[in-house]
Structures are given as C-alpha cells and as structure tokens.
C-alpha cells in the first residue's frame, strides 16, 4: 500500500485548516485521580438503591434494535419544561461539542465574498476554534483582562469592524473558571444586533449550576433571560458536567427560526436511545439526586479554595465552575503537571499559560490527594 497516494489526495483534497489543527487525545495515562477534564465526580456512588432502581429501570426501555427517536420526544418535552421554551427552540446534539458544529455548519455562508469568522475571547473553550477551522471560518481572538473577565472595549471593536457570525462567550468560562461580567456581557449582545448582518451571540452556561450553586454574581439571571430579549442569543448547555458525562448530551436554545435552520444540519439519530432514556431520567426522577450531586461538589470546591490558601506560590481568581484556575509562583505548570502526575494524580496544563494549572474539583479525598502532592512540590505558607 502507498503512502504517497492518500498525502497527495489529503494534500489535494483536506480542508488547508485541518493542517493547523491536531486531533483531541486526553492523556491516557492510568492514574488513581484525575482532576483534570472538568468531569464531575461518580454519581453512581451517592445514588441511594431507589434511585438506582429508576436508572435500571430507564435502561430497561431501551430496545437496541431500533433507531432512536429522531426527535428525541420525551427528552425535548423535558428540557423544554424544566427551561421554561418551547420545543421548537431546542436543538439537542452528542454534547454541546456537536451543538455548536451544527450551529457553525448552518451560518456558513460567505458575506461580501469573505468566508465567515467568529469572534472568541482567549483563553476559552478550545472547541469554538477547532469547530470553526473545520468549517471554514476565520477565527478573531480578543485577549481576556488582567482579572480573566472580558475586555469590552477591543470585543466591541473587534464586532464592529469584523461583523463576526458568531460570538462565542463561555460563562463560567473553561479554563479561567470566573463568570463574566453580566453588563459587559449586554452590552457585548447589543452591539452584536446593531451590525448588518447581526452576529449570533452564544452565551455557553456549561457551568451554570456550580454558578448558580455559590455566591453567583448574575444573581440568577441566566443566559435564557437574555435570549427572552434578544432573539440572536442562542444559550447553549450540557449535562456532561454535573455527573453525566459518559451520555454526550448537550442543546442549545435559539430563536425558532435559527432552531429551524439547524435542525436541517443536526443528522437524523444523532443522539442514542440510551443517552436519551437516561436523561430524560435525569430531568425527571432523579433530578434531586443530581442537584444533591452539584451541591456536593460546590461545597467540595468551597473546601478546596480554603485549603489552597495554606499552600505557597498559588493563586486564584473567581472560582464559579467545577474547577480551579491557579496561577503558580516560580515553577511552570508543566513541571507541576508532571510532579503530580507522578504521584497518582492528573490535572492539566496550558502551553499558552506556562504559569497556570487547571485543576477540577473532585471527591474530598481526590482533593486531599491533589492537595497533598502540591503542598510537597511548593511548600507551605
């Protein structure tokens, strides 16, 4: 078999963005705690034996010879009665990772004969980039401030000159952990509506119920209270957070119309019967058992913020997610990384920011093993 038959057709033929991009490859590394995917910790465990009787028995519906419902029916219907929409402004997608390849693939199109770009703040989700490369889009970066919130005044420029498809905005924001600032926030919104054409603006609340499970800063207000006033805010949200990651199952919330044009890209079936069974399950009978689960770990964080200060040569910013944005004092992240690795635990490090460490919040002992490791690699205060 020739190699140089498929480079020349890859050369030929692949997309020239994908050259620039590597495929997504977590560490596999066997390690006893891993704190570093923003996962939350097992939900299994706290499940009491009723509830794990009404897991079972949602399996227990699913029949593997037939195709899923296209529809995701019962799974729409729940959403849509826990958000308060309608079931026509929900599109549902294997995590909110595909939601938004959908929602790139349907606002695709060349305007004034240049391919379209979104606009994003860095550091934020990785995933906003590579999705927009892969479909042909032109990615705007804007730096985030000195305290990781955003910078108004260049995001607002950068709208206004560049008239960006979509505009990505992540709050709590991965991998800074802190929510951004709600006025800037509007403000940012409104002048995505005031250019021609508008710029979608994605408000991606992934994180919300940590925010919403602490001192959070927005006072309860949502991105949905912004989409009830703006039609082109689409809010995008996952239940890979909060202890149900292995199901994949993330939605948006648009305006019907922007709903219906993405319903044309989603593929028919995209989202299995068991995820569906499973979290339909979640919204429903075991909702308790989940918001049980999310306070666990917003009181676990509260922990780990509080026995990080006993640790030399950290610091911290706003923590409203289920991890933690450290900044390290004379080492690098890398070296940290490492270190700890080698003592059975996994958090992750940026290349961009050689100073900072992203660390999720696991059980309390995960913590105390984390905790433990960092306090030997840089001392006490």
């Not at 020239?16 to 939900?43: F, K």
């Not at 990651?245 to 989202?271: D, I, Q, S, T």
Request: proline share 8%; hydrophobic share 45%.
């Amino acid at each position: 078999m020739s190699d140089d038959i498929v480079r020349a057709l890859i050369r030929a033929r692949a997309p020239g963005a994908l050259a620039e991009l590597a495929a997504y490859v977590p560490d596999p590394t066997p390690v006893p705690v891993r704190l570093d995917a923003n996962e939350a910790p097992a939900l299994l465990p706290t499940l009491s034996q009723p509830e794990l009787a009404t897991l079972r028995e949602a399996m227990h519906s699913v029949e593997p010879a037939r195709y899923p419902d296209v529809r995701a029916t019962a799974l729409r219907a729940a959403l849509a009665q826990r958000l308060g929409v309608a079931g026509d402004q929900l599109v549902l997608g294997v995590g909110s990772d595909e939601v938004i390849a959908i929602l790139l693939a349907a606002l695709a199109r060349e305007v004034d004969g240049r391919p379209p770009c979104i606009l994003v703040p860095a550091p934020t989700f990785v995933m906003y980039r590579i999705s927009a490369r892969v479909h042909g889009y032109e990615v705007v970066t804007v730096p985030l401030d000195a305290d990781w919130d955003l910078d108004e005044a260049r995001t607002l420029e950068a709208i206004h000159t560049r008239k960006p498809a979509v505009v990505f905005l992540a709050t709590p924001n991965n991998p800074t952990s802190g929510t951004f600032d709600r006025g800037r926030v509007s403000r940012i919104v409104d002048a995505a509506a005031s250019v021609d054409p508008p710029s979608i603006v994605v408000i991606d609340e992934a994180y919300l119920p940590f925010r919403l499970a602490g001192d959070d800063p927005w006072k309860g207000e949502t991105g949905l209270d912004f989409l009830a006033r703006s039609s082109h805010v689409v809010v995008l949200r996952t239940l890979s957070k909060i202890g149900l990651a292995a199901l994949r199952v993330g939605w948006a919330v648009a305006h019907p119309l922007l709903a219906h044009e993405m319903e044309k890209v989603r593929l028919p079936y995209n989202l299995p019967t068991p995820s569906q069974a499973l979290a339909t399950c979640a919204l429903g009978p075991l909702a308790p058992a989940i918001d049980r689960h999310v306070a666990s770990i917003a009181k676990d964080r509260t922990r780990l913020i509080e026995e990080l200060r006993h640790v030399a040569r950290v610091h911290h910013g706003r923590t409203d997610a289920n991890f933690v944005w450290l900044g390290l004092e004379g080492t690098t992240g890398a070296e940290v990384t490492a270190a700890l690795k080698e003592r059975g635990v996994l958090v992750r490090n940026f290349p961009a920011y050689p100073d900072r460490i992203r660390v999720s919040v696991g059980t309390s002992a995960e913590c105390d093993r984390f905790l433990q490791g960092l306090a030997e690699l840089l001392g006490a205060r």
